[in-house]
Structures are given as C-alpha cells and as structure tokens.
C-alpha cells in the first residue's frame, strides 16, 4: 500500500471507517484554525485585546501544524491496517 495514494480509503469497510474518522478531525482542526486567525485579527483592533490575539495567532499555528500531522498519521494507520488484514486473509486463507 503506498501512503497517501487516493484509493487506500477504498480498500476495506475498515480503511474507509479510519479515514472517515481522521477526515473529521483534520476539518475540525482545520476550521478551529481558521476561527482563531479570525477573531485574532479582529482583537487586534483593539490595544486592551492584542495579547488574546497573539495567543490565538499562535494556536492558530499550531493547529495549522497539526493538518499534516494529521494526515501523516492516518496514512500510517492505514497502512498498518493493511498489513494486519493481509495477515489475517493468510492465516485464514
């Protein structure tokens, strides 16, 4: 199986349950991240609020730095997957 191939989702119910699953949490990741550079920009308006801004600029960016992350370990997860069901399919077949 190579990582990051298209088609892997496709492979198993269980490869598509997986990437289901980390497809929601890279979205939720994904519009958190965006939120937070929003209302950051919008606190920067403001001189009272410009320390709550930096602070979600920078979680901003770390959410932002989370995508790849993400998508490396769903990738690896999925691969191993593969390799459990291969196994499985040999010692059944």
Do not use: C
Not at 45 to 74: H, N
């Amino acid at each position: 199986m190579k990582l990051f191939h298209p088609n892997n989702r496709y492979q198993s119910e269980d490869h598509a349950r997986l990437w289901a699953f980390y497809e929601v949490i890279y979205t939720f990741v994904d519009f958190s991240a965006a939120a937070m550079f929003f209302v950051g920009s919008i606190l920067f308006f403001w001189k009272s609020t410009e320390t709550a801004a930096i602070w979600l600029f920078i979680v901003g960016s770390a959410f932002f730095g989370l995508k790849p992350t993400i998508r490396l370990w769903r990738e690896v997860r999925m691969a191993r997957l593969g390799k459990l069901q291969t196994l499985a399919e040999r010692l059944n077949g």
